[in-house]
């Protein structure tokens, strides 16, 4: 198993580009979920979805959307970069009766 | 999910133990004790977790006081790579998908 994987490891956007960052797994879990990282804090949840086609707001969702086609992947667009907006961004995925979240390595966004 | 309180930072020496405290007195009856630890900003890593029983894995040990509203992580020989960001999370076990992480403990161990 691959576990959690993401992609791109780092990027670099000018302010009002958009992107998606990717995330995938390859445990059939049914709830994933995005997380964001500011230097010196804890992670904060951006999204989270408990199944495919079902998805909800964490505490900052304001800027980025997701969609869940698939149980496998779970893609955070970016629709228009903004500097608030470099972080670094955590996917994580869990199974109910699961206790723990698995999560990606993390990308490094830094928006200009 | 109850709202969590960690020193923002503890030191301990290479083989001793480190003992990570944890506040929570608002926690609810059907609410977990999670931690997680994060190494030099991989992603978070679970530890271990439980309800009112005290609870051990290969990795550490949890203390829950008996009317629930702190906890004690305990790292029995801690090594340098133990050094890193512990996050104690309290949430009922539905909520897999959703935890709220707070700023956490950060652990140096020194050697």
């Known amino acids: 198993n691959a576990g959690v994987t993401q992609t791109p490891k780092f990027q670099v956007l000018k302010t009002g580009q958009s992107m998606t960052l990717q995330c995938a797994q390859d445990?059939?879990?049914?709830?994933m979920s995005w997380y964001r990282q500011d230097p010196g804090m804890g992670l904060r949840l951006i999204h989270y979805?408990?199944?495919?086609?079902?998805?909800d707001q964490g505490e900052v969702p304001n800027g980025y959307n997701v969609s869940r086609s698939t149980t496998e992947d779970f893609p955070l667009r970016l629709l228009s970069a903004a500097p608030s907006q470099t972080s670094v961004y955590f996917c994580?995925?869990?199974?109910?009766?699961?206790?723990?979240?698995?999560f990606g390595p993390g990308t490094r966004l830094l928006v200009l | 999910d109850a709202k969590t309180t960690q020193p923002p930072s503890m030191d301990c020496a290479e083989g001793r133990a480190a003992n990570l405290p944890c506040n929570h007195s608002?926690?609810?009856?059907?609410?977990?004790v999670y931690w997680y630890r994060q190494i030099h900003s991989q992603g978070p890593q679970y530890i271990i977790h439980?309800?009112?029983n005290n609870e051990t894995n290969e990795m550490a040990s949890l203390i829950i006081t008996e009317d629930r509203k702190s906890s004690t992580l305990i790292l029995p020989h801690a090594t340098l790579r133990d050094t890193a960001v512990y996050y104690c999370?309290?949430?009922?076990?539905?909520?897999?998908?959703?935890?709220?992480f707070g700023d956490g403990t950060t652990l140096t161990v020194k050697p």
């Open positions: 994580a995925s869990t199974q109910p009766g699961v206790e723990t979240q698995y």
């Open positions: 445990m059939n879990h049914e709830y």
């Open positions: 979805s408990v199944g495919a086609g079902i998805t």
């Open positions: 608002t926690i609810s009856g059907n609410e977990y």
């Open positions: 439980g309800l009112k």
């Open positions: 999370i309290v949430r009922v076990n539905t909520n897999a998908g959703k935890s709220t």
